[in-house]
């Protein structure tokens, strides 16, 4: 059984930071792009960043300076490191895997809430 089981929502004040994780289990296939994705109440869920298994990167605009995704691929883990939040990064974060030929799999977290509030 397949999972991606992340780690590291919460609570922060506007300007802090927060790291995400997300570590996949049970994927029989090679892991291809790993993403993070969000979703703020309301609203449709959204790209955040992707990394290949090659290491590049494509970040959305909105987080472009601010959010740092990368990869252990010995792990299997994707993270995502944000800093300089903002009361509008608040949202429902998740980690998203593509595996098999041509990541033909399609993968999802059940999200991690992260919350900037002062």
């Known amino acids: 059984q397949v999972q991606l089981v992340e780690s590291g929502g919460g609570l922060v004040q506007p300007g802090g930071s927060l790291s995400l994780s997300c570590a996949p289990s049970?994927?029989?296939?090679?892991?291809?792009?790993m993403a993070w994705y969000r979703q703020a109440p309301g609203k449709q869920r959204d790209l955040v960043a992707t990394?290949?298994?090659?290491?590049?990167?494509n970040y959305a605009d909105s987080v472009k300076g601010r959010f740092t995704i990368s990869r252990d691929n010995a792990k299997s883990t994707v993270y995502l490191q944000m800093n300089s939040l903002k009361p509008e990064d608040t949202a429902v974060y998740y980690c998203?895997?593509?595996?098999?030929?041509?990541?033909?799999?399609?993968?999802w977290g059940r999200g991690t809430q992260v919350t900037v509030s002062s």
């Open positions: 998203n895997v593509r595996a098999g030929h041509l990541g033909r799999y399609d993968y």
């Open positions: 990394i290949t298994s090659g290491g590049i990167t």
């Open positions: 049970g994927i029989r296939f090679s892991i291809n792009t």
